[in-house]
């Protein structure tokens, strides 16, 4: 993508339309990278981070405080 960094999102809470729409267009997207989802179920969370690739998951909190997200869906 001519050296411009990818937008790293963060994804809160793990919505059929998250899942079905929004998470696959991020990893479709030259410009957006998928790095993190919060929810409120732990093994949910790992379990959809785990299936889309994703680096991490965790709480709604530890995605907003996340220093290594640029933006939040």
């Known amino acids: 993508m001519n050296g411009v960094p990818k937008i790293r999102f963060g994804v809160l809470g793990l919505s059929r339309v998250?899942?079905?729409s929004v998470m696959p267009a991020m990893l479709n997207s030259e410009s957006a990278?998928?790095?993190?989802n919060g929810s409120?179920?732990?093994?949910k969370g790992a379990e959809v981070a785990k299936q889309f690739g994703c680096d991490r998951s965790g709480t709604y909190e530890d995605v907003i405080r996340s220093k290594e997200i640029s933006a939040v869906y």
């Open 33 to 36: 990278e998928l790095a993190m």
């Open 40 to 43: 409120r179920s732990p093994e």
């Open 18 to 20: 998250a899942q079905k």
